[in-house]
């Protein structure tokens, strides 16, 4: 038996500029349920997702349910080059990263979207 696929999910959108890292998140949720190894990746102002303030964000009832769902399933976001200490009620589990790592990671995906 082959090793599931990993699919990595890099979003550097503004949530407070734009509605894409919404959709990033619902594409990434749609793409999870299949048989693929799932990782998503916030970097700098995507990060704000993760913060109290969701609904005064672009689509912000929708990221909410989204985040939900990565709660419900166990998936970690891995978070670079933002203040952590916004993600500290995060409804998902937050791992820091930085670009070594976050390089580290995109070599060994098998897919890598990025949302900018």
Do not use: C
């Not at 998140?25 to 998503?40: D, F, N, S, W, Y």
């Not at 709660?71 to 976001?77: C, D, L, R, V, Y």
């Amino acid at each position: 038996m082959t090793a599931e696929p990993t699919l990595l999910v890099l979003i550097y959108a503004d949530p407070e500029k734009t509605g894409l890292t919404a959709e990033a998140l619902r594409i990434a949720m749609g793409l999870g349920t299949g048989r693929r190894k799932l990782q998503v990746v916030l970097m700098g102002p995507a990060a704000k997702v993760l913060g109290p303030d969701v609904d005064d964000l672009v689509d912000g009832e929708m990221i909410e349910n989204h985040l939900d769902v990565f709660a419900e399933w166990g998936t970690p976001f891995h978070v670079g080059g933002a203040d952590l200490g916004q993600a500290a009620d995060a409804p998902v589990d937050v791992v820091p990263i930085d670009d070594a790592a976050l390089a580290r990671m995109m070599a060994g995906a098998d897919h890598v979207m990025v949302f900018p």
